[in-house]
């Protein structure tokens, strides 16, 4: 499997590294979750901006970004904003979208940043290489939240990501039933024999949860856990996913 190493962290190699995401609405909110989140066991936090209610006011989101980077001095920081037609909170025009993730890459405050495929190859291209000219690492993400594609469709995907030069890309998905469980691990399977970055596969709610604990077997690097709250269905708390990941590695 191929590793990215950030910091200290290898990224695709040992236990799958475990994301943990801050959602609050407020700047009271997000740092109550942050000084919570600090004391626990996790490599990489999520700030989902799309959650603050300020989030068009670049100057208020640069002035929490240094405030997260101060609290999270060794920790990973990934900087997300998700769309609503991706499971988001609030909605963004391109031009707004692409000013967010710019002045975030730009900050010198983060480690990675979460681009959506679905904006599109111009758009995800172009930050690319604004992140790469930063030393910042850059996740390019798809999320279905009707239902999950075919086999084919999910690799198709993943490695669109890949040849968009991503450095990690993630897709989530909506299982109906077992069966859908059972298409991601798939083609999370198929793609582990041919990917060329680390990439995370999730499907998500109650049925999906077995897939954020038994992923790594399969190839996905990451999984998402809870802090204070959740930011996508199936996510459990971060001290029990870290046993039960260890557990499974015994």
Known sequence: MPVLRIKNVLIGEGLPKIMVPIVGNSEAEILQEARYIKQL???????????????????????????????????????????????????????QYVALNQMAIESGKINLIDLELAQGKEIVSMMLATARAQEVFVIVSNHDL?????????????????????????????????DDVLTLLAASLTMKACATIPFITISMGKLGIVTRLVGESFGSACTFAAGMSTSAPGQIPVSELRTILRSLQT
């Open 41 to 95: 066991e996790v490599d990489i936090v999520e700030w989902r901006v799309d959650c603050f209610h300020q989030v068009e006011d670049l100057k208020a989101v640069e002035q929490i970004l240094n405030k997260l980077r101060a609290t999270f001095d060794k920790e990973l920081l990934l900087f997300t904003f998700r769309s609503v037609h991706e499971g988001g909170k609030r909605q963004l025009d391109e031009a």
């Open 146 to 178: 009707e239902a999950t594609p075919c086999k084919e469709e999910i690799v198709h995907r993943l490695c669109m990501m890949q040849e968009l030069g991503a450095d990690i890309a993630k897709i989530a998905v909506t299982p109906i039933n077992t």
